[in-house]
């Protein structure tokens, strides 16, 4: 499992190449204390965007506990469980009953068209993959792993 610290070293790496993270699923809330750490340490060290994908709604999640406390520290939250009949392409909800709810004023809903389809993925073992559009010149050779 990789640690807190490492994680938010790895950003400050790529500081000034990434707009900020997505924490998605499984459920990120199922492990609401590290989130919320790890959010806090985001927003104090790095000013990074954060972006949530959570099979909540938000009522669910305001009475999560820290559920409240973690909403303060994100962007945007995407929340709404997955429903594959009503799967959604070309957008950033898999399926069209989930809400996107803008929490904080620093995205409008017309940020969202420019958003890329690449991403950087950080395994357990600390381990970056890189897919999406022009994303491979992002990551430096020498820069694969994120060390604890």
Do not use: C
């Not at 790529?14 to 707009?19: D, Q, V």
Request: no cysteine; net charge neutral.
């Amino acid at each position: 499992m990789i640690q807190e610290s490492a994680l938010v070293r790895l950003m400050k790496n790529y500081l000034g190449r990434i707009e900020g993270i997505t924490l998605s699923g499984g459920e990120p809330l199922y492990q609401s204390s590290a989130v919320q750490d790890l959010l806090k340490r985001v927003r104090e060290e790095t000013g990074l965007s954060v972006v949530i994908y959570s099979g909540y709604s938000l009522e669910e999640i305001i009475v999560r506990p820290l559920g409240g406390s973690i909403l303060q520290l994100v962007d945007i939250l995407i929340a709404g469980r997955f429903e594959s009949a009503k799967r959604a392409y070309h957008s950033v909800v898999a399926s069209s009953n989930q809400q996107i709810h803008f929490l904080t004023s620093r995205y409008r809903r017309q940020d969202l068209e420019r958003w890329s389809q690449g991403e950087l993925l950080i395994d357990a073992q600390g381990v970056v993959t890189v897919s999406g559009v022009q994303l491979p010149s992002l990551v430096p050779q020498n820069e694969v792993t994120a060390q604890p």
